[in-house]
């Protein structure tokens, strides 16, 4: 398995990347995910879209350039890229529940094999509100997690989740820096394995049952 | 009608204990200089509807730590750690609701509509209390109207009859906001005479709008 921790990133985001096709809206979480934006694929040409209401998110600003009626969902500075819209926060919700959202990708704390998934508060520790990730994965088309595969070393793919839920049932695909998993009705299906990583690291690093898949591949990172 | 007033008096229409939407995104399109004139003026007690408590220094954020508001009915606390100390300690009431959701709920209120139906929360502790409906085989959330006494908005450029136009990402929460308040107040960054701000540009109706500040 890797044991870098910014390899580990970078197999993870450019390994969501190269599911995200040509023409795709997406939105990306606070953190990793927003690192996919740095790898997308040749040719493919995608719009983010930013919950705090506009498409077209661009580039970071250089210090300087800033521009203060233009931040992202982090409230962070940010920028829109040619061609954007800007819009209101029910047009935001709108598109993300209405089925007009691609795909969004997220962090996890825990995702489970029916594909729940806990990402939003840890009961008396980390309570920060789940802003609009209830909505992201209810609504979105396609979700993706996006995250380390453990937790210093404990399991975050479980058989069922502990702590309190985002949503039930909605995720699709799990990337990490060990595998690829896909949420299917039978179960989890290891697609997909990182390089420098055996299909044992992967099964003890995980709690949850897995299908290994008749087509087991190498992450192409 | 004139609707200008100064900042000062806007902020006298705000007492003790009322329920006020303050437009804004994580500070962005929040209107700063009301929302200081509420804290010099020592009004406490508010229920504060907002997308979140922005930054300590910034936003709503600064009427968490002076301690203006009792409850918050928001999306996520999570950029200002003052919220959550508070939540913890049991000094501030902390209502969290999903963005999409608090946006309808608004736009429900301002729109006349009796709820909205949502999938989001299903399943989760969102749904605790709540009625379920279910539409062609899918269950939904029943989530009823928010209202507000006070709106609190900002504005980019706003004529002299209260027409709004909001730039760029600071129009979030903000027009949604001005149909579901008994009481509308827009802090304007620019103030122009009627005519000058084009119709086709309004994103906010005079109509919707009470006071004009700067």
């Keep these: 398995m890797i044991q870098d921790k910014d390899k580990k990133r970078e197999v993870i985001v450019k390994r969501v990347a190269q599911e995200l096709k040509d023409g795709d809206l997406v939105n990306l979480g606070i953190g990793m995910p927003t690192l996919v934006a740095n790898y997308i694929p040749e040719g493919i040409d995608i719009l983010l879209h930013s919950e705090n209401g506009f498409i077209g998110l661009g580039p970071n600003p250089e210090p300087g350039k800033e521009d203060p009626d233009i931040v992202n969902a982090g409230g962070m500075p940010s920028s829109v890229v040619p061609g954007g819209a800007f819009f209101d926060s029910s047009m935001s919700f709108t598109i993300i529940r209405g089925g007009h959202l691609d795909v969004t990708v997220l962090g996890a704390l825990q995702v489970d094999q029916e594909g729940n998934l806990a990402n939003w508060m840890i009961p008396g520790k980390m309570v920060p509100g789940m802003g609009g990730a209830m909505d992201l994965v209810a609504g979105a088309k396609k979700v993706i997690i996006s995250m380390e595969h453990t937790a210093k070393g404990a399991p975050k793919i479980l058989k069922k989740c502990t702590l309190p839920l985002t949503a039930v049932g909605e995720v699709d695909l799990i990337v990490t820096d060990m595998a690829v998993i896909e949420v299917t009705p039978s179960g989890l299906l290891l697609t997909e394995l990182a390089p420098e990583t055996t299909v044992e690291e992967v099964i003890n690093a995980t709690e949850a049952e897995l299908i290994i898949s008749e087509n087991l591949k190498v992450m192409n990172v | ?214």
């Design chain 2, 1 to 214: 009608m004139d609707k200008i007033r100064t900042i000062d008096e806007a902020a006298s229409y705000i007492k003790d204990g009322m329920t006020v939407a303050v437009g804004g995104f994580i500070g962005a399109g929040t209107p700063e200089k009301l929302i200081d004139a509420v804290i010099e003026k020592g009004i406490k007690d508010l229920t504060l509807i907002c997308n979140d408590t922005a930054f300590p220094d910034k936003g709503v954020g600064k009427w968490v730590v002076n301690r203006v508001v009792s409850k918050i009915i928001v999306s996520h606390i999570g950029t200002n750690p003052e919220t959550g100390r508070q939540m913890n300690a049991g000094e501030l009431k902390v209502e969290l609701i999903p963005q999409g959701t608090l946006a309808e709920r608004i736009r429900a209120a301002g729109a006349g509509l009796g709820g909205i139906l949502t999938r989001t929360g299903i399943g989760t502790v969102v749904e605790e209390g709540k009625e379920k409906i279910t539409v062609n085989g899918k269950e939904y959330l029943l989530e009823l109207p928010l209202k507000a006494d006070v709106a609190l908005l900002k504005g980019s450029i706003v004529d002299k009859k209260g027409n709004i136009y909001y730039k760029k990402a600071t129009r979030n929460f903000n027009p949604i906001m001005a149909t579901a308040a008994d009481l509308v107040m827009v802090e304007a960054e620019k103030i122009v005479e009627v005519g000058e701000l084009d119709a086709t540009d309004v994103m906010t109706p005079s109509i919707f709008v009470d006071v004009i500040t700067q």
